[in-house]
């Protein structure tokens, strides 16, 4: 399996996210409770996972496993920057309005790029920093707020704590996706061996945010497994299952790809979404959309295309093209 | 005398024309015949010029003169050029509104690469290539119509009229630049003698079309020759100025540079106007222009920085860096 496979399959699935988020709705709300729908990704993310890891048990040779708790205990640590993420992000939208918070958004592109560079200690070419830029550039120009659109001025005029999280934010998001990438690939274990105790740790937190919630608003609701199903449609458990697909394609780039080929599905995926709402939601096509697709493609092209197809260069050069592609499919 | 230089000194220059052009109104229109400021902005070039060949002819050696009839009649050919633009220009704006024009008038960036590539027969890179396109999606997106502007809805709601006689005039605009390009370089002639040749031919067509001026209006506000220092302040002795040193410089550049070279200038200059124009008129900064500006200045980097700056290669390489320098400062 090839990571842009992978990653295009990711690019779809994240992109259908979003529609079957908005399809799920009736009359602008959710007549489900939301916060079970990550935990049931979890369980299902888990569930598939231990399947596949109990068929590789089966064949010989049986997969690597490291069961020590040494390495067990690093596994929640994602879970437990996402869980102080959404708190930082819930404090940011009390200073700035969620368009703000969207445009600020894009800074996890760059921020995923230094971190990928600081902690993971991948070095990119000065061609491939400036992609990265522009793929941040690229989406936020997609998002810029159109003529005769409601909100206004809004952008510059928060207070300096709103552009603080915002930023926090961003280096949260980064450093949970290195993070991870860092576990997958610390060793050889099986990818399902590692998916098991990652989503372990990912359900006992989300029932853990239920259990929460439940507390917050003083079981006025009942208990969360009374809500779990409560009011599910078919869209509904479709939201379900393609969260807890594209959470397993993530797993996989983690390990065979990196963050950086992550964040260009995902980023790809929002302007895939845009494209479609012209088409299913009657989204007015804007100038700023179309010239964020061309600046996202570009940037895609200068990370990912070989040096050598990119500037012209001496022949004896142009001889070892593979070295490029060889760095991110095997490490 | 380098490229750079001249190139930083024509943004300055031709942003400036911008702010003085402004500054030269009074209660938003302008006092004197603003047809008379081109005229007289050729004339001075042609002062310039012929002093400078004069002064270079009492030199030893005498500056290279090609004085056939073959290579003069070659010399007005930028103006037609220009008089035939400027019709289609009219005609353009009868179509779509000033906003989609000004829109529209970045193609001429991409046109002129690809005429460039045609007729002057210049290899650009993949990656220059891109840096092209970038530059103009860059400037489009800093002239992208923010919220809560006036006129909306405009760019895509012209007739196709519109979008062809728009397209028309990028390729003249850019015909017009790699023609003089061509002109420049074709022979080893003195930069001042072919100044000369041009300025004469540019201060022909300009009275030419002062006197059509005077006859469309039925000479009603007198010969042009009078009108040609009424209502002249300061300031706009300072646009003539101004005018003709950016036309020097241009000139400068089409023969020890390129075209390329005075597309960056000029989009660059587009940028610096606007940016003085929020400190100077009040101008409300959006998020939009810094986005451009960061886009412009990737596509600056990605064009001109050397190759091997850009990307990782073995070292073997990295010891030729100067090639892609020479060949913008002596072809």
Chains 1, 2 share one sequence.
């Not at 890891?53 to 040779?61: A, D, F, I």
């Not at 009011?231 to 458990?237: A, H, R």
């Not at 179309?290 to 142009?318: E, N, R, W």
Request: glycine share 6%.
């Amino acid at each position: 399996m090839q990571w842009y496979f992978v990653a295009s399959l990711l690019t779809i699935l994240t992109s259908s996210q979003g529609i079957l988020t908005t399809l799920s709705q009736s009359n602008g709300g959710y007549k489900y409770d939301y916060a079970t729908v990550p935990f049931l990704a979890e369980v299902f993310k888990l569930l598939v996972s231990s399947v596949l890891l109990w068929r590789e048990c089966k064949r010989s040779p049986p997969p690597r496993m490291t069961t020590e708790w040494k390495s067990i205990r690093l596994f929640p640590i994602p879970s437990i920057i996402y869980l102080i993420h959404n708190n930082v992000q819930f404090a940011t939208l009390t200073y700035v309005d969620t368009s703000t918070y969207q445009i600020m958004g894009n800074l996890k592109i760059v921020t995923t790029g230094i971190l990928f560079r600081l902690f993971l200690r991948r070095k990119l070419s000065n061609l491939q920093w400036m992609a990265i830029v522009l793929l941040a550039i690229g989406t936020t120009t997609s998002q810029v707020r159109g003529c005769g659109e409601a909100s206004c001025d809004s952008l510059f005029s928060a207070p300096i704590q709103g552009y603080m999280l915002g930023i926090l934010s961003a280096c949260l998001s980064a450093l949970a996706g290195v993070y991870t990438e860092f576990l997958m690939k610390k060793n050889d274990d099986s990818l399902y061996w590692q998916n098991v105790q990652l989503y372990t740790f990912g359900a006992i937190f989300n029932m853990a945010r239920l259990i929460l919630d439940d507390y917050r608003s003083g079981f006025e609701k009942g208990p969360w497994w009374h809500r779990l199903f409560n009011g599910y449609s078919v869209t509904t458990w479709m939201v379900v299952l393609n969260l807890g697909s594209t959470g397993l394609l993530v797993s996989w780039l983690m390990k065979y790809a990196d963050n950086i080929v992550k964040v260009y599905s995902t980023s790809m995926a929002m302007l895939l979404t845009m494209v479609l709402s012209v088409f299913l939601f009657n989204f007015k096509p804007t100038l700023q959309l179309f010239l964020g697709i061309v600046i996202c493609m570009m940037s895609l092209h200068m990370y990912f295309a070989p040096p050598t197809m990119l500037v012209d260069l001496p022949l004896t050069v142009k001889s070892a093209p593979e070295s490029h592609i060889d760095r991110r499919t095997n490490s």
